[in-house]
């Protein structure tokens, strides 16, 4: 008999924050959050690795943050030609992160049903990528799930239009404690404010997140943490 897969409605997943290395995202997230982060693993096909702490709220009852670096020692199952997710391989933003340490870059939007989410910002003219399975092992299982990537790893809109998710049986957050850190607002600024309104509607998100038209693109999460209220945000390319 299979087991049915929970089916969660369209919701912030996860904050990506991109380190030079995981070394300097750990003492990143001691200085900055007050705290250590234990959890994470190694992403094969990406030749990637991360740490990540629980920010589930009440407003966002299933988040984590993400501390994501290049794996020096692995090599990505990519095709040849192909770059890693999250604009990860972008030079400009590689000197960015290395001149100012590691940085709030994206988030990622979890969906029920992926192909038909991806569907939907193509009738906008939004190519958010290929449908792509990935996996993860962790000491409770392995971690499956199919995420949007482009062949140019592009995040698209300076970051603000997310990366698309659809989990399968589990989730980090289902073994992942509390941290004493939770998101409380998440804002995306930007130029096309409309465009960006009308995609995350698309996605099913647009009441998950507060959009505002700006003429620098940023993002702001706002949380509660151990050491008092935090705001995480993005930079623009050599600002």
């Known amino acids: 008999m299979t087991t049915a ?3 969660h409605p369209p919701c912030v997943d996860h904050l990506v924050v991109l380190a030079t290395d995981l070394a300097s995202g750990v003492a990143w997230c001691e200085r900055t959050l007050g705290i250590t ?3 994470g693993g190694e992403h094969p096909l990406m030749g990637t690795h991360n740490r990540i702490i629980n920010v589930s709220s009440p407003a966002h009852s299933r988040i984590y943050l993400e501390i994501i670096a290049i794996n020096t020692g692995a090599t990505p199952a990519i095709p040849a030609g192909a770059r890693r997710w999250f604009d990860m391989d972008d030079a400009a933003l590689q000197q960015q992160v290395a001149a100012h340490g590691p940085q709030l870059i994206h988030w990622v939007a979890s969906v029920p049903d992926v192909a038909e989410r991806c569907a939907a910002l193509g009738a906008l003219d939004i190519e958010r990528g290929a449908i792509v399975t990935a996996s993860r092992p962790t000491p409770n299982g392995l971690l499956q799930w199919q995420i949007t ?3 140019d ?3 698209l809109m300076d970051g603000c239009l997310p990366t698309l998710i659809q989990w399968g049986a589990v989730h980090p957050c289902d073994s992942l404690p509390a941290s004493g850190v939770q998101l409380q607002r ?4 930007h130029p096309q404010a409309a465009t960006l309104q009308a995609a ?3 996605v099913g998100v647009a009441n998950t ?3 505002t038209p700006g003429n620098t693109p940023r993002l702001s999460a706002q949380l509660s943490t151990p050491q008092g209220p935090v705001t995480l945000s993005s930079f623009t390319l050599q600002e």
């Open 200 to 202: 995350c509607e698309a």
């Open 37 to 39: 982060p234990t959890a």
């Open 149 to 151: 990537v482009r062949d």
């Open 153 to 155: 790893g592009l995040r």
């Open 186 to 189: 998440l804002t995306l600024q």
């Open 5 to 7: 897969i929970p089916q």
């Open 209 to 211: 997140v507060a959009i």
